[in-house]
């Protein structure tokens, strides 16, 4: 896409929205870093939600509507007020995987897409490098008379890479003359490691190093924790850190800025672009559109709960994207039959929209339906839905700027601007510091719709031992699949009344949140039969 539009050097991009010079670290012609301001600095920017009903393999659009969101917003303005979109950068496992790449589609798509996709500006090499090097300590360690007396059945900091690759879930490492058995390894994908949290919810770079050096790698044969500061490399870490924690900006295929910084998956962390770059997009923006990843009780209720209360942010509004796809799927239709016109399947799959919808209702946001159409949308279901929609209480706005660019993102534009006006009551479901099993039965029967929740017994002895810690204020993650309300990917629709199933629950100190992993929850991914990087093979 960016060879049939002419990208703005990224200085012009930065003097656009006012960023001195001083402030901007260019990497070539189109992408840069950003300075953060202090903190204590503060702009009234509108911050506006972006999430979704239950997706499909492939989603639904969420990017691609922060995008068009943006560009409708820059060109309803016309230069009296400035929009800019805050957005997670992808990670390579699913670019390579199923998703292929994740800078939006079409006519809505930030530029340059192959960079931002793959390498980009080193930020999640440079986190798995950082874990790599924690690893490395502890298992140096171990080798040379574990002077930290580590019980090597309790080392909880697992290794990271930024790739879908399945045959790392289980692993055996320091097989050596002295540990002829080695120990258990798990591996994660770089974007659910607490590192990727702590770089996320990292207030500064000060916060970063603190919360780094708060992250529990181990625990000795007395039981006692062993952080990353025991350990002695928290300036270590944060000198292959520095310019990573550095927001990125890039642009849309429209000049509109976007910063892209952090990428942690929803299903299995919190799902949302760093602070820092929603904070730098609020201190020059008049409107700040971000995401949160999967659908409303995922990311949207990370978000909510987490992200926004943590740092005193108040969002104005929110825009839940579905799709005639998705509504078809929910409804009982196979991958196969999606593109097929099926007006009753669609308006069947309806209640799972409004459970997302009400779920966003309840926290006090005033609320637009984006319908993110797609070619294969006929005419007949389109209106269907938004018939049905509006039946139930909530405005539906169609945006179709994958085919009609910036002009197609005009009317959800309007919607924003609107919803912006309306009146500030937002609160949150949850607070931080609420006992752990509470906490995750509000959130199970309050957001998913379950009658109950169960505990193996390693779940519970877990949290046993998290309490036992004295931790305070802590947040809770929920891990759970994106492809249901349940923990069961089967399940569709809107079911009411199910057990949520808690396997274990991890601690992640540094960020500040325990994750009760629910469900078959895996926190490496594998690649598909035909991954997307072989169908990488014919491009020119």
């Known amino acids: 896409m960016a060879n049939e539009f002419s990208l703005k050097n990224i200085t012009t991009i930065a003097r656009h929205l006012g960023i001195a010079n001083k402030d901007l670290i260019p990497y070539g012609k189109y992408m840069a870093k950003i300075e953060p301001?202090?903190?204590?600095?503060?702009?009234?920017?509108?911050?506006?939600?972006?999430?979704?009903?239950?997706?499909?393999?492939?989603?639904?659009?969420?990017?691609?509507?922060?995008?068009?969101?943006?560009?409708?917003?820059?060109?309803?303005?016309?230069?009296?007020?400035?929009?800019?979109?805050?957005?997670?950068?992808?990670?390579?496992?699913?670019?390579?995987?199923?998703?292929?790449?994740?800078?939006?589609?079409?006519?809505?798509?930030?530029?340059?897409?192959?960079?931002?996709?793959?390498?980009?500006?080193?930020?999640?090499?440079?986190?798995?490098?950082?874990?790599?090097?924690?690893?490395?300590?502890?298992?140096?360690?171990?080798?040379?008379?574990n002077e930290y007396d580590f019980d090597l059945d309790r080392i909880v900091f697992p290794r990271a890479v930024d790739m879908n690759d399945r045959a790392l879930r289980r692993t055996i490492v320091g097989i050596d003359k002295k540990h002829p058995s080695g120990r258990n390894e798990t591996f994660v994908i770089t974007a659910a490691s607490e590192l990727m949290a702590v770089f996320c919810l990292a207030r500064d770079a000060s916060d970063f190093k603190q919360r780094v050096g708060k992250i529990i790698v181990g625990f000795t044969k007395a039981g006692k924790p062993v952080t990353v500061k025991d350990l002695k490399i928290t300036n270590a870490v944060f000198k292959i850190m520095h310019s990573a924690l550095k927001p990125n900006l890039v642009q849309t295929i429209y000049g509109s800025p976007a910063i892209v910084h952090g990428g942690p998956f929803a299903n299995i962390a919190h799902g949302c672009c760093s602070y820092m770059a929603i904070k730098t997009a609020m201190d020059y923006a008049d409107y700040t559109i971000t995401e949160a990843g999967f659908g409303s009780e995922l990311g949207g209720e990370k978000f909510l709960d987490i992200l926004a209360p943590r740092f005193n942010l108040r969002p104005d509004g929110a825009v839940v994207v579905a799709t005639v796809r998705s509504l078809k799927l929910q409804g009982g239709s196979t991958y196969d039959e999606l593109d097929k016109e099926d007006v009753g399947k669609a308006l069947e799959g309806l209640p799972n929209?409004?459970?997302?919808?009400?779920?966003?209702?309840?926290?006090?946001?005033?609320?637009?339906?984006?319908?993110?159409?797609?070619?294969?949308?006929?005419?007949?279901?389109?209106?269907?839905?938004?018939?049905?929609?509006?039946?139930?209480?909530?405005?539906?706005?169609?945006?179709?700027?994958?085919?009609?660019?910036?002009?197609?993102?005009?009317?959800?534009?309007?919607?924003?601007?609107?919803?912006?006006?309306?009146?500030?009551?937002?609160?949150?479901?949850?607070?931080?510091?609420?006992?752990?099993?509470?906490?995750?039965?509000?959130?199970?029967?309050?957001?998913?719709?379950?009658?109950?929740?169960?505990?193996?017994?390693?779940?519970?002895?877990?949290?046993?031992?998290?309490?036992?810690?004295?931790?305070?204020?802590?947040?809770v993650c929920i891990a759970k699949t994106p492809l249901s309300l349940t923990d069961d990917p089967k399940v569709l629709g809107a079911p009411v009344g199910f057990t949520i199933h808690i396997d274990h629950v991890n601690l992640s100190a540094g960020a500040g949140f325990v994750v009760p992993v629910s469900g078959k929850t895996l926190l490496m991914p594998g690649l598909p039969k035909v991954p997307a990087a072989v169908t990488m093979e014919s491009e020119k």
């Open 37 to 145: 301001k202090p903190d204590s600095y503060s702009h009234k920017s509108h911050l506006i939600l972006v999430t979704a009903m239950t997706p499909t393999k492939a989603g639904e659009g969420k990017t691609t509507t922060v995008i068009a969101l943006t560009d409708g917003l820059n060109l309803l303005l016309k230069g009296k007020a400035k929009a800019v979109a805050a957005l997670r950068q992808p990670s390579m496992g699913p670019v390579f995987g199923m998703k292929g790449g994740a800078t939006g589609g079409g006519l809505a798509s930030i530029e340059p897409a192959e960079d931002i996709n793959i390498n980009f500006t080193g930020d999640i090499h440079a986190l798995t490098a950082a874990n790599a090097l924690i690893s490395a300590v502890i298992d140096n360690s171990i080798f040379n008379g």
């Open 353 to 475: 929209l409004l459970r997302h919808l009400n779920n966003i209702r309840s926290y006090g946001l005033p609320i637009v339906c984006c319908l993110n159409v797609f070619p294969t949308d006929t005419p007949r279901e389109l209106q269907a839905v938004k018939d049905a929609i509006a039946k139930a209480g909530f405005k539906t706005v169609e945006c179709d700027s994958y085919q009609k660019g910036k002009k197609g993102g005009l009317a959800l534009a309007k919607a924003v601007v609107e919803l912006a006006k309306e009146p500030d009551t937002y609160r949150p479901l949850v607070k931080a510091g609420d006992d752990i099993k509470k906490t995750i039965a509000t959130i199970s029967t309050n957001i998913y719709g379950a009658g109950k929740v169960e505990y193996s017994a390693n779940a519970l002895a877990d949290i046993e031992n998290i309490e036992s810690l004295g931790i305070k204020d802590l947040n």
